[in-house]
């Protein structure tokens, strides 16, 4: 083969699996809107993907996760960093890898900077920081919607570390009412999920209160309500659909679940493998759209023993047993996602 003919096989080769991402966001996509708007869930059997860091995600990475036959994965942008050109190279390579390896990508996108002392003066100006987060995410979803099948407007902004502004029941509304003004108008082909919350908005939780607070404004620009579900058992996960659905006429999504493999007596490698399975065998009841599981592989930067031993690999690549659990229930399910 000559270089010429080789290098018309690699565009090829891309153009197909680029086009092969497209047609599977643009299903799910059209799949969510459609159950957003029946006030439905989107599907009985919910996709299951696998979070990666932008910072670690790699070539190999991408191929394993696509051969266990993984729906999507879902990483982290921060856009107070979008700036900076090595964060915006890092970006660009992770959406790269995805679609190599064929996985469409769930964006989860915040920054991580307070708001500043002018952004506070008033309700019209936090108002007006969100809608500049709003056409910041636009500009993100204008340059990847091909890959993505769903943004996710922050990550747990009912905890004070992911909410850096403070006084969330008074700021976090006014600045997601900015950002929905920018995101509703005109209507975005992307789902949008809101908003990645800590626990689960419903009953007397913070998230709950926010999650009312900014209604109607997010029922115009929000599609799934999103939430974090370490933890919890399968029935109190239906709960948190039905009220959900119930009370906004929204399906629900799962961006966040995992078990670690140490921290503690009582977690191993064995005990992650046992949850993830429990986990598994109920998700098709739960009535979400879709699942995510934290994460694909260790962090070693993160805080505590804990905190970096939820991957189902090890930070070299090696498998936990958990892996074949998951690798297992996805290739039994694949003709139905």
């Given amino acids: ?9 690699v ?14 966001s643009t299903a799910f996509s ?24 932008i910072e670690t995600f790699a070539p190999d990475d991408a191929s394993a996760i696509a051969r266990a036959a993984f729906a999507f994965v879902r990483f982290g942008v921060w856009t107070n960093h979008l700036s900076d050109a090595d964060y915006a190279v890092r970006v660009q390579s992770a959406f790269e890898l995805a679609a190599h390896a064929g996985l469409p990508v769930l964006l989860t996108i915040r920054s991580t900077e307070p708001l500043s002392a002018a952004e506070m003066a008033s309700a019209s100006s936090i108002e007006a920081a969100g809608r ?3 056409r910041i995410v636009r500009e993100t979803i204008d340059k990847y919607a091909p890959q993505i099948i769903g943004i996710e407007l922050w990550n747990e902004p009912d905890l004070n570390r992911y909410w850096p502004t403070g006084n969330v029941n008074g700021t976090f509304p006014l600045f997601m009412r900015g950002a929905c003004a920018v995101l ?41 309500v999103s939430y974090h579900a370490y933890g919890m058992t399968s029935e109190q996960m239906r709960n948190v659909t039905s009220e959900i659905r119930s009370r906004y006429g929204l399906p629900t999504a799962i961006t966040e679940w995992g078990v670690p493999t140490r ?21 098709d009841s739960l009535g979400v759209s879709l699942a995510s599981i934290y994460e694909w592989k260790e962090t070693r930067t993160a805080q505590s023993e804990r905190e970096r031993s939820f991957g189902l690999t090890e930070p070299s690549g090696v498998p936990k ?6 690798q297992s229930y996805l290739k039994n399910h694949a003709a139905s996602r």
């Fill in 263 to 283: 921290g503690s007596v009582v977690t191993s490698a064995a005990m992650q493998a046992m949850k993830v399975a429990t986990f598994l065998e109920s998700v």
């Fill in 11 to 24: 565009l090829l080769f891309i153009a197909m699996t680029a086009a092969c991402v497209l047609s599977a």
């Fill in 30 to 53: 059209q799949g969510v809107q459609s159950a957003a708007a029946s006030g439905a869930s989107q599907a009985e059997t919910p996709r299951i993907g696998v979070q990666v860091k």
């Fill in 321 to 326: 047993p958990a892996l074949a659990v998951v």
């Fill in 132 to 134: 500049r987060f709003g």
């Fill in 1 to 9: 083969m000559t270089p010429v003919s080789a290098s018309r096989s």
């Fill in 184 to 224: 509703r108008a005109p209507n975005l082909a992307i789902p949008v999920f809101g908003f990645g919350f800590a626990r689960a908005p419903i009953g007397d939780t913070v998230s709950a209160r926010l999650l009312s607070a900014l209604q109607p404004s997010a029922a115009q620009c929000v599609n799934v």
